[in-house]
Structures are given as C-alpha cells and as structure tokens.
C-alpha cells in the first residue's frame, strides 16, 4: 500500500486537553480518511470517518479535518478523558485502505 | 453498521502445521473482504483481499501458497496458515467491506491471536 506518515508516535495529554494526531499520505487518487482506535487487544473500532468531497467533519468532541491539496488529515479530540487513552490509526483509501503507524494517546488524570 | 465475527479468537500450534481462521458477515453479504496482520505494537498490515467467487488479491510480499484465502460465500471468508512457523505468530484480523452511499466502510472482525510454538 501507499505510505502515510502518522504523527506524534505517542501523545501524552492532561486529562481535558484537546489532542491533535496528523496523517500525511501520498496517493491522490484516495478519497476515503477514516480514523480508527483501537484499545489492547481488541479490533479497530471506527471513530470519525471523511470523505474527499468534504474538508471538516465533527462528531461531539471529535472532529477530523482533511486539506486535500497538501494531502494531510487530522484528528482533534477536545476535552479529553481517561478513556481516549488507545492507539489511534489513521487510514486512507477507497476500497482498499492503507493504515498509519498508529498514535499511542495517554491521557493523564 | 455490520457485525463480523472470527474463530477461532486464539489458536496455539506446532511449527509445521496448518491453521485456519474463519471470517464471517453477521448480517449482510459481503462480496469483499480483507485479512490484516498486525504484529505487537505495530500497525494493521493488509494482506490479501478476498473476493467472493474469485481468486484472492494479494499484497506484495505476501506468500499465497503459504496463505490460502477461500471465500466460498457471501458470508465466509477464511484464512489458513499452512506449515506455520513462529514467525508467523501475529494477530490475524478480517475486516468486511460495506458499500454505502457515499461512504464506503471496513468493518473489523474481533481478531485471531496466533502463536506458533
């Protein structure tokens, strides 16, 4: 698959903060950026999904943003809690989907 | 959204021999699927994609003969390791492809942890 370059690798964050993870891809031709979290062990739940047609979705206190001509997306969590503590994956794609490194989000009590 | 189910959920077995790992849609048919691989503390790798009736997609780097994909049915998809090794030991994880109006979505099974002794 194609690269996406995913930063930060870790994320530590007081516990109300907002976090903000950021993916860079290369492939123009994607038109699919969902982001994923995944906790130990267990599958990747989908959070907050966006398509190439728009550039800002929010979901309560997630939101995903995409700048398609510097191909990047973001994810921002506001107000951060204990359990967004996970790995978070960013993905890019359309059928097929390449995944980021992952992003270790711990969020401080 | 769509409900995916994997077995077995943990497997341990002999190097040299062959495993297999089914993948199945709940609740709607799926004529493609996709098996991942993610070792500890890394990303989801895809392998291969399944396609319902045909031939399986494979991903550069991964060996068909050694990961058979069989996807007989718009509910079933599975994966078998044959002459497993420990490098081999991984976490096995299918997803189902859903296609929707402008939105097309990957929804993920629970996942199979393989450990090769």
């Known amino acids: 698959g194609e690269n996406v370059e995913q930063h930060p690798s870790t994320l530590s964050v007081q516990e109300g903060d907002s976090a903000v993870i950021k993916c860079t891809y290369s492939?123009?031709?994607?038109?699919?950026f969902p982001w994923y979290k995944q906790e130990l062990g267990k599958r990747p739940q989908l959070i907050i999904d966006i398509r190439s047609n728009v550039g800002e979705k929010k979901d309560q206190r997630i939101a995903v943003t995409l700048n398609k001509t510097a191909k990047h997306f973001s994810l921002h969590i506001t107000e951060t809690q204990p359990e967004d503590s996970a790995v978070y994956f960013c993905a890019w794609g359309s059928t097929k989907l390449s995944f980021g490194a992952g992003t270790t989000v711990t969020v401080r009590a | 959204g769509a409900v995916v189910s994997q077995h077995p959920s943990r497997v341990i077995c002999k190097s040299g021999t062959s495993v297999k790992i089914e993948c199945r849609s709940l609740d709607f048919q799926a004529t493609t699927m996709f098996w991942y691989r993610q070792f500890p503390k890394q990303s989801l790798m895809l392998m291969a994609t399944?396609?319902?009736?045909?031939?399986?997609?494979?991903e550069q780097g991964v060996e068909k003969d050694k990961f058979l994909i069989n996807h007989a049915s718009l509910t079933l998809s599975t994966l078998t390791v044959t002459s497993a090794h420990p490098e081999d030991s991984s976490f096995y994880i299918c997803?189902?492809?859903?296609?929707?109006?402008?939105?097309?979505?990957?929804?993920f099974g629970p996942g199979t942890r393989l450990l090769v002794l």
């Open positions: 492939d123009s031709a994607s038109n699919y």
């Open positions: 399944s396609n319902e009736g045909s031939k399986a997609t494979y």
């Open positions: 997803s189902v492809h859903r296609d929707r109006v402008f939105q097309e979505t990957q929804y």
